[in-house]
């Protein structure tokens, strides 16, 4: 298998055409949905971010240069969940009328302990509802997918692999430019790359953005090890992470945006 195989694998999952973002940017949530939204995106990054073993156990099985190019994904991944939690803020802001909801933006704690509430509010009675996390089983199953990365045997090394190359390519071609959609081509939130509270979305998109480098990046180091021994974990690693992000997605798409439009139908 090569590696360009893998990739139109990643294309041409359900995950990477979710129209999530796009119904969010045509439904117009209410404030609670919008943070309830960005709780479980942003625990779901925040889960994607630390590299654990990973780079350590890439060198272990003699691939360090696919060790060092993993390594600078994660090096350029930080500081990241402050910038994500400023954007989510400003964006609650500008989704009310009047007096701004958060006056600090750079105040992550406070910011994401309102998202979590709009979540318990929300979902809190689906099953299995975490109220001390705030999370869903299907938040934590598509977070879990990153445990891989603390194991360092050679089938998890190869798994995590492939998990590194959907994530890299979703990001870059589902995600960021989802959150581009519905938080500013939509118009909703007047919300424009100019602003310092955007400077999230500006940094991860298009084709000078983090997420292309990180494409690359992930590309190279699969394209280079990918042989008949290991494709089986790579594209096990791969279809979890699509599987388990195409849940959650349904998961918010129904319940914060489908909803939605029934309530204001009602
Ligand atoms: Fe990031
Ligand atoms: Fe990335």
Redesign the pocket.
């Known amino acids: 298998m090569r590696v360009e195989t893998l990739v139109e694998r990643v294309k041409a999952h359900r995950c990477y055409s979710h129209p999530i973002f796009h119904n969010w940017a045509r439904v117009n949530p209410g404030t609670e949905a919008i943070g309830a939204l960005f709780h479980h995106i942003r625990s779901f ?1 925040d889960a994607t ?1 630390p590299g654990w073993n990973l780079p350590q156990g890439l060198k272990e099985i003699g691939l360090s240069t696919e060790s060092h190019l993993l390594q600078e994904i994660v090096d ?2 930080e500081n ?1 969940g402050p910038e ?1 939690a400023m954007m989510a803020g400003h964006i609650i802001n500008r989704s009310v009328p009047g007096k701004a909801i958060f006056d600090d933006l750079t105040d992550q704690i406070h910011i994401e302990s309102m998202l979590k509430r709009c979540s318990d509010e929300l979902l809190g009675q689906l099953p299995g509802y975490d109220f001390a996390t705030g999370l869903m089983p299907q938040t934590k199953k598509a977070i879990r997918t990153f445990e891989t990365r603390k194991s360092t045997a050679a089938q998890d090394v190869y798994k995590s692999l492939g998990t590194a190359l959907a994530l890299e390519i979703i ?1 870059n071609r589902q995600l960021i430019p989802g959150e581009k959609t519905c938080l500013v081509d939509s118009g909703l939130y007047r919300a424009s790359f100019d602003e310092p509270a955007m400077h ?1 979305l500006v ?2 998109y298009g084709e000078t953005g ?2 292309c480098q990180h494409e690359q990046n992930a590309i190279e180091a699969v394209g280079s090890v990918l042989n008949p021994q290991n494709s089986a974990a790579i594209v096990q690693g791969a279809d979890d992470f699509l599987d388990n992000l195409a849940a959650l997605w349904d998961l918010l798409d129904a319940t914060l945006l489908q909803a939605e439009v029934d309530r204001v139908a009602a």
Do not use: G, N
């Open positions: 990054c971010r350029s991944e990241h994500l990001s999230y940094e991860h983090a997420e």
